[in-house]
T-cell receptor, first 116, second 112 residues
Framework: DTGVSQDPRHKITKRGQNVTFRCDPI?????LYWYRQTLGQGPEFLTY????????KSRLLSDRFSAERPKGSFSTLEIQRTEQGDSAMYLC??????????????FGPGTRLTVL | GESVGLHLPTLSVQEGDNSIINCAYS??????FIWYKQESGKGPQFIID?????DKRQGQRVTVLLNKTVKHLSLQIAATQPGDSAVYFC???????????FGAGTTVTVRA
């Protein structure tokens, strides 16, 4: 058990609906990452937070995607007007950055999204 | 950016034999490398990492080898067990970066 939790584990939605996923990182970790993984592929970076600040967003993150980490603890990832191409596993990871040295990233179990 | 690729998409291994999974990367600036194991329905699980100032690192039943000259790393699993059946990913990033670039994964199947 890595300590990173995600909710829900599975989400089935109809095209055009909005969905929101939650990630709770390991408690002392100040960095939080979102990745997307499609079948047969490795995870692809989406966005990253240092405490509550979102410091980078990938080009994969279209305007329909928004992520927040309001208090520097848990994070949410919202997808508006879902499309079938959004179907994927959404992974959250966290790590500790201390004195410019980063620890390895620990991943949660993921949220599998299916858009019908 | 970084491009990370695995040499074989699948590997079938007899229980008790050693497994070797190979990975190539493209970015010379990458100096931190990680191997992850992912079982069905779960997130990637950290196995072992290595920094570019090393060429070998050993863990419990696993060894990672890094050849910076040809931008290649490998994961060796000793005495492969049924519980080792999973998809294995290598990932890379520069030390001052935070984004991991993953390869496509090698599916390891252990035959009894």
């Amino acid at each position: 058990d890595t300590g990173v939790s995600q909710d829900p584990r599975h989400k089935i939605t109809k095209r055009g609906q909005n969905v929101t996923f939650r990630c709770d990182p390991i408690s002392e970790h100040n960095r939080l990452y979102w990745y997307r993984q499609t079948l047969g592929q490795g995870p692809e970076f989406l966005t990253y937070f240092q405490n509550e600040a979102q410091l980078e967003k990938s080009r994969l993150l279209s305007d329909r995607f928004s992520a927040e980490r309001p208090k520097g603890s848990f994070s949410t990832l919202e997808i508006q007007r879902t499309e079938q191409g959004d179907s994927a596993m959404y992974l959250c990871a966290s790590s500790l950055m201390f004195r410019w040295v980063g620890s390895e990233q620990f991943f949660g179990p993921g949220t599998r999204l299916t858009v019908l | 950016g970084e491009s990370v690729g695995l040499h074989l998409p699948t590997l079938s291994v007899q229980e008790g034999d050693n497994s070797i999974i190979n990975c190539a990367y493209s970015n010379s600036a990458s100096d931190y490398f990680i191997w992850y194991k992912q079982e069905s329905g779960k997130g990637p699980q950290f196995i072992i990492d290595i920094r570019s100032n090393m060429d070998k690192r050993q863990g419990q039943r696993v060894t990672v080898l890094l050849n910076k000259t040809v931008k290649h790393l490998s994961l060796q699993i000793a005495a492969t067990q049924p519980g080792d059946s999973a998809v294995y990913f290598c990932a890379a990033r520069p030390t001052n970066d935070y984004k991991l670039s993953f390869g496509a994964g090698t599916t390891v199947t252990v035959r009894a």
